[in-house]
């Protein structure tokens, strides 16, 4: 709908992990790496992790589209499976064709494995979402690596998910694939100076001529509310310029972004640390207004009670006084 207005070709901020809008940051140079030497050393398993929106299946994508053209590769996208399904979908996936069951799964798993050794072609499973795998398909999955030859893996295991994972690989039940998996890398959102960069990248792939649709305040205030996470910089930097098309804002502010995050509910994670600051500090203070040190407490006390026991001995006399101040001078002194 905006394209005409600020002069693009395509969309440049959809969410669809399309390969040609890859901004390469340090992080995710990092993690492309990472799969690279992973995919060309034959390491096996590899683990790629990263909060929502940070960008891993569009890495993961890259990666594919830059694998030689006979590589044979098995991408499962939702593994909220059971085993039986996950040996189907992989067998599809590699054209084993229809199986049995397990034994049938595994006999020409070995076959086709042992067949693209032969003639020299890659084989890579790729794992997306791998964070909602069960303990038990995840041990199905590292029983596939137990296919191998003396010289190397006979297939790379890529897992891509959440750091959840992470929790699940430490249980002692998983401590087989966890030593398994020898290369690990967790991506980090983008930082203020990359969230800039990324806008600017995406715009000038998307056909823009003006590199000032955004401010550079209103770029700032998009990565205050999106903490530099790229799925939300999108959704957040669409919608922005919708509203611009609608006002005819040919520049986009900060206030149009402030008008755009306070619609989407949104709320930047400096604010939200001010005001958690905030409740720690009225916190602190009305403990401390509660009551006054205990050391201060105890010694106000005991100036009570010799005061009270001066005005007993002047009324009784030190006979009556003297062993109740023996006891406390033993008690306090």
Known sequence: MYLKFYGLETNPFSIAPDPRFFYGSEAHREGLAHLQYGMSQQKGFVLITGEVGTGKTTLLNLLLSELPTDTRIAMIANPKLSTNEFFHLTARAFGLGEIRDKADFLVRMGQFLETAKKNRQDVVLVVDEAHTLSSE??????????????????????LVGQPEIKETLAKPDMRALNQRITLRYKLRPLTRQETREYILVRLGRAGAKDAEIFSMPAIDRIFDYTGGIPRMINILADKAMLTGFVKDIRTIDEKTIDECAQ???????????????????????????SGKPLGFRLALMLCIILIILAAMAAYWGREVINPILSILSERFF
């Open 137 to 158: 398909l995840l041990e199905e999955i590292r029983l596939l690596s137990n296919l191998e030859t003396p010289q190397g893996k006979l297939m790379n295991i890529i």
């Open 263 to 289: 619609e989407m509910e949104m709320k930047p994670p400096a604010e939200e640390d001010h005001h958690l600051q905030s409740r720690i500090a009225i916190g602190t203070r009305r403990s401390r207004g």
